[in-house]
């Protein structure tokens, strides 16, 4: 990320991380019958994706 300075990037990475970590928690206190799990199983892998591409970036 060649637009970025390495301070943004630790922020974007932070940031990713703790969003990761909101989602994981609110996935287990959602019930299974909860159609709103999906989305949020989807919402941690978009999240879990960013992360990847910021520590190979960094």
């Known amino acids: 990320m060649s637009g970025l300075s390495e301070l943004e990037q630790e922020t974007l990475k932070k940031l ?3 969003a ?3 989602l994981e928690e609110a996935y287990r206190r959602i019930p ?3 159609n709103g799990k999906a989305y949020l199983f989807r ?3 978009r999240v879990r994706l960013m992360l990847g591409i910021l ?3 960094g």
Do not use: Q
């Open 32 to 34: 299974d019958t909860d």
């Open 55 to 57: 520590e190979k970036e």
């Open 16 to 18: 990713a991380e703790k």
């Open 43 to 45: 919402g941690k892998e």
């Open 20 to 22: 990761l970590k909101e």
